[in-house]
Each structure stands twice: as structure tokens, then as C-alpha cells.
């Protein structure tokens, strides 16, 4: 991997901080599908309730040539309003400090460390940059920390593709149309339906990322530690979280890196 392409898949990769935990399970038949109906209104339900959130913690980044430990701050807001600061070695062509990486509606800025110069794209003009190159929404960001932060009007019948049982321990695996053409595979854990494991696919089923997640003890929204495999970079990724602030108020300037 060249270090232009490996510095734009961190950022990539790093743009989608998020999660939702493991669930554990245990020998014997599975159990018969839930109704669907039901699934659904759960796993929409979650979504509702996570209006914002703001992270830290490490993430534990290796590929092939590289392994490296990083710091983040995070902050979500919905519908579409996210900011990423990532302390980095000095490697990967990035240098050595604070990255900053800003998301509003469809604009995304980044201020690497040591420059004054704010970089911008577009995603509405596909010019997402470092953020497209998975073929990934950032939307998908806040969702690899509280995967239910993914949009309500995903978790509806229609754009059900399937409901079926995921082996044993009475797991579920739902699978999801989304609007922009790929599909979502939850596996969720009743009577809770809380997502252990999360990937997305394109219809074809080649996989763009998996998660798995663990939650701490009696927290079921937001994750404690997040697995993520990006198989185009060969690129895994173990994230843990310090503190996590549930539905916090976020100041408009979090938001910004620089006036207009």
C-alpha cells in the first residue's frame, strides 16, 4: 500500500469510529425468528433514543507494514453532524500531532497536524476524498460506536430483505436495503436486540467492513470495545472507549474548523 492511499484509508477507517457489543452464546438449537414487526420497532426505537454522544478513547490501528496505537476525541450529533480529533506518531505522511476531521450535512473539513490550510470536500458532489475511498457514507460513523445512531427510517419492513435465525443462542440476523444501494447484516441478541456484530455489504455481498461489539455492564446502546476489519486495506481496528457522554448538548462550533 502506497503511504498516500494508507494515510487516506486511516482517515477513512478512522472516520468510522463506532459500536455495539458481543453478545454471548451458548449450545443448543436455535430459536424460531421473532416477528419481524417486532425486530424492527426495537432496533428503531434504540435509534431514537441516541440524539448525541461525545467519545474518547484508543484505537489499536494494524495492517500488513503498520501497527500503531492512536487517541480520539468524538462527537455526534444528529442527524448528520460529527467531529474526529486523532493524535498522530508522525507516520503515514500525516505528521506528527492533533488531526482534526469535521463532518456537516454533506460538507467534511480536515486540518492535518502542523498546517493552517482547512481542507474540504463535498460528498454531495462525490468528493468525499479520504472518506469515500471504502465506499462508505460517513454516516455510518457514529454507528461503530452506538450502531443504533444509524437513521430511524433504516428499520423498517420495507427495506427488509430477511429475518432469519444466526445460529445458536437464539441470535437473529437482519438484513437491510439502505438508500444509497448497499445493505446492512445485524446480527441482534433478543429480547433486547442489541447488535453483536454489524457489517456492510454490497448487494453482491462483497463486504466493505464487519464490526463485533462488547458492551460495558448494563449498557446495551453504546459500545465499551469495537473489532472492525476493513478487508479492501487488509486494516483491523480495536477501539476502546474511555468515557462516553450520552445525549449531551453540543456547541454549533464544535462543528466548524474555520470561518467561511
Do not use: Q
Not at 480520539?72 to 506518531?89: G, N
Not at 455510518?140 to 428499520?155: C, K, Q, R, T, W
Not at 476493513?230 to 472507549?241: A, G, V
Not at 445525549?247 to 462550533?253: T, V
Amino acid at each position: 500500500m502506497r503511504r498516500t492511499d494508507c494515510a487516506r484509508a486511516l482517515l477513512a477507517a478512522l472516520i468510522l469510529l463506532a459500536g455495539i457489543g458481543c453478545s454471548r452464546t451458548v449450545k443448543g438449537p436455535p430459536a424460531p425468528p421473532a416477528d419481524a414487526e417486532e425486530v424492527l420497532a426495537a432496533l428503531r426505537a434504540r435509534a431514537e433514543s441516541v440524539r448525541s454522544f461525545h467519545a474518547n478513547g484508543t484505537v489499536y490501528l494494524r495492517t500488513d507494514r503498520e501497527k500503531h496505537f492512536l487517541h480520539f476525541d468524538a462527537w455526534f450529533e444528529r442527524p448528520s453532524r460529527m467531529r474526529l480529533a486523532i493524535d498522530v506518531p508522525g507516520f503515514l505522511g500525516l505528521g506528527s500531532g492533533r488531526l482534526l476531521v469535521v463532518r456537516r450535512g454533506d460538507r467534511i473539513e480536515a486540518l492535518r497536524p502542523g498546517s493552517e490550510a482547512v481542507e474540504r470536500a463535498s460528498l454531495a458532489n462525490d468528493e468525499g476524498g479520504p472518506i469515500t475511498i471504502l465506499g462508505i457514507d460517513p454516516a455510518d460513523a457514529p454507528s461503530l460506536v452506538a450502531p443504533h445512531a444509524g437513521p430511524e427510517n433504516l428499520f423498517v419492513r420495507e427495506n427488509l430483505v430477511s429475518l432469519s435465525a444466526a445460529g445458536a443462542g437464539g441470535l437473529l440476523r437482519v438484513v437491510l436495503d439502505r438508500e444509497d444501494g448497499l445493505r446492512e447484516v445485524l446480527d441482534v441478541s433478543p429480547p433486547s436486540y442489541a447488535v453483536g456484530a454489524r457489517r456492510v455489504v454490497e448487494p453482491g455481498g462483497r463486504v466493505l467492513f464487519a464490526s463485533t461489539y462488547r458492551y460495558g455492564e448494563g449498557d446495551n446502546a453504546y459500545a465499551r470495545e469495537v473489532e472492525t476489519f476493513l478487508p479492501d486495506e487488509n486494516m483491523r481496528l480495536t477501539t476502546r472507549f474511555r468515557s462516553m457522554e450520552r445525549n449531551p448538548s453540543l456547541a454549533d462550533s464544535l462543528f466548524r474548523l474555520a470561518e467561511e
